[in-house]
């Protein structure tokens, strides 16, 4: 596997590619290409292409990340109470009013449904 360094003398070494072209040109005081030429429409489309790759890439703030963390495992922690939930309704150990109040604390239920007691009549 290679190494990081080894990696980045790579990529120095290929060609120096469009933009540093364009940095060249103005660096000389030379005019841009003209806006109907092939080298202004591949520098448009790649600045396009990267203004939508930074657009995607967000980075957050790591108070941010903390709290976007902590609210993840708050949630993965309240979805593996409802699926502890759901095996001991299956087993009879918990009533269906408690597991109605677990899916309605894991959002997996709309707070305006209600619980209703179905009475099973004996044959």
Not at 46 to 75: C, H, T, W, Y
């Amino acid at each position: 596997m290679k190494n990081l360094a080894q990696a980045l003398q790579e990529l120095r070494e290929e060609k120096p590619g469009l933009w540093a072209n364009i940095r060249a040109k103005k660096a000389k005081g030379e005019k841009p290409a003209h806006k109907n030429s092939n080298a202004h429409k591949d520098a448009v489309k790649a600045g396009k292409k990267i203004n939508k790759m930074s657009e995607r890439i967000r980075v957050l703030s790591p108070e941010k990340q903390k709290a976007n963390d902590a609210a993840f495992d708050r949630r993965m922690a309240t979805l593996k109470d409802l699926e502890r939930g759901i095996k001991l309704h299956k087993a009879g150990k918990i009533s269906d009013e408690e597991l109605h109040n677990l899916k309605l604390k894991a959002g997996t239920i709309s707070a305006d449904s209600k619980f209703t007691k179905k009475e099973i009549k004996g044959k």
